[in-house]
Nanobody, 123 residues
């Protein structure tokens, strides 16, 4: 059984930083993709970043240079380091997982999701 649990959200001032964590368990395959998505009220869920089991990462244009995705395989934990936060980053953040070599930004292709952690950035 695959489980993902996010933590680390909170409220910060514009320009501040947060580190989100996603504890994972239950992986069945050696090839996988882990991703971060976010969703603001009334908006579509959007891809933020992803990383493959081979360590290859990708980012949405809106967060490039500010966010860093990483994983600690020994701890089975995914991270999202968020710096220079902006009010438009305010959203519920979710970690997600899929198995296989293909990653991508399509949320519908990710089969496992965490419960979400709220990030609020004030101006």
């Amino acid at each position: 059984q695959v489980q993902l649990v996010e933590s680390g959200g909170g409220s910060v001032q514009s320009g501040g930083s947060l580190r989100l964590s996603c504890a994972t368990s239950g992986y069945k395959y050696s090839s996988y993709c882990l991703g971060w998505f976010r969703q603001a009220p009334g908006k579509e869920r959007e891809w933020v970043a992803s990383i493959t089991s081979a360590g290859i990462s990708g980012y949405a244009d809106s967060v490039k240079g500010r966010f860093t995705i990483s994983q600690d395989n020994a701890k089975n934990t995914l991270y999202l380091e968020m710096n220079s936060l902006k009010p438009e980053d305010t959203a519920m953040y979710y970690c997600a997982a899929k198995f296989g070599t293909y990653c991508g930004s399509d949320a519908t292709r990710y089969n496992y999701w965490g419960q979400g952690t709220q990030v609020t950035v004030s101006s």
